[in-house]
């Protein structure tokens, strides 16, 4: 039956439900509204009418029978209280709303549109509660994820699209950010998850998960000495020219790079900095120097780079950090979802 003049009374404009209150769960465990407790939930409209959910879930189920007894057997209840609840109802409104015989019940005019719009109100409020378990699960919202650039050409790819056929109902922002800029954001509540290369300096503001672990390798020109080696000491690395990311991008991971360098007696001595990975490597190929890279920054197949495992070099983590004590269900779920 098409619905009659929009929205209920109760939920247009002013008149929305000014009081909807329960004091037990009103969901069972499939997900509906458990019937048992709709009788604890009322609606009041500005004109002073109460209505219990209970009582309109009542309606329908006359309406829809048009017979007390087939209703209150599908209602699981005697027919007694169905025809004081329907009583109580119509005295509430100050209507009728079913026509009575020994034979027959029929729905008045005002009850065919009231018929609508409570079946309406019930639709919209299994919705809301459906919505809100979804999100209490993590299985739908926003999730916003800042990414370090070597990251996209890690697992960032393979993270989501996992993520995203578990979880289809969430919404995913990505952006690329330096280290730095992420943990700005995610202190400020801009950013739900960042995906950074460790180490980071101790911070009670920050949870920082462990999720994947690779080496690094040298990312060399071709026509270098180096570039003849199957493998490279850490200690002929240090002694060329470097091509680095500034400190302040990501300062814990630059500063794991250089202290692994100077480890072996050499001074690191860098020539230029860069901030995206990309032009870190096209440096490399142009012959500015060398630089020590993720192994997945390999997948930049540019001509004049070769790249070759180097003995002794650190490893590059990538680590999901989101503020301490951030119980957003959907963070959770991304994280656990990663993990495994």
């Known amino acids: ?32 509204l458990r019937p048992d407790v709709l ?22 189920a006359v309406a829809e029978e048009l017979h007390f007894r087939r209703a209150a057997s599908r209602l699981h209840m005697s027919q007694p209280p169905l025809s004081q609840q329907i009583q109580q109802l119509e005295a509430e409104m100050g209507c009728r709303l079913l026509a009575r015989t020994r034979r027959r019940v029929e729905l008045t005019p005002a009850g065919k549109a009231f018929l609508a719009d409570a079946r309406a109100l019930l639709a919209d409020l299994d919705g809301a509660v459906a919505t809100a378990r979804r999100i209490a699960a993590g299985q739908t919202g926003r999730l916003r994820i800042n990414f370090v650039g070597s990251a996209l ?19 995913i ?28 300096e101790a911070d009670p503001e920050l949870s920082i998960e462990i999720l994947r672990r690779e080496r690094t390798v040298a990312a060399l020109p071709a026509d270098h000495p180096l570039a003849s080696m199957r493998r490279n000491p850490l200690r002929r690395l240090a002694a060329e020219p470097l091509v680095l990311f500034p400190r302040d991008q990501a300062p814990g991971f630059h500063d794991l790079l250089i202290s692994s360098l100077a480890g072996t007696g050499v001074t690191p001595r860098v020539v230029q900095y860069a901030p995206e990975m990309m032009t870190i490597i096209g440096l490399v190929a142009a012959g500015i120097g060398v630089s020590l890279v993720p192994a997945s920054v390999q997948r930049l197949a540019l001509d004049g780079v070769v790249y070759r495992p180097v003995i ?24 656990a979802h990663v993990q495994a």
């Open 1 to 32: 039956m098409p619905r009659r003049g929009g929205r209920p009374p109760w939920k247009r404009g002013g008149e929305a439900a000014t009081a909807i209150r329960h004091h037990t769960p009103v969901v069972g465990e499939s997900g509906y």
């Open 39 to 60: 009788g604890l939930i009322r609606v009041k409209n500005q004109g002073g009418v109460t209505v219990e959910l209970r009582q309109l879930r009542y309606f329908v």
């Open 153 to 171: 050409l890690s697992t960032v790819p393979e993270l989501v699209q996992r993520f995203r056929g578990a979880h289809p109902l969430v919404e």
């Open 173 to 200: 922002e990505l952006h690329e950010r330096s280290t730095a800029e992420q943990l700005r954001a995610i202190k400020s509540g801009a950013v739900d998850v960042g995906l950074i290369r460790p180490p980071l």
């Open 312 to 335: 002794g070099a650190p490893a590059a983590d990538l680590a999901a950090v989101s503020r301490a004590g951030d119980e957003s269900p959907l963070v959770r779920a991304f994280i």
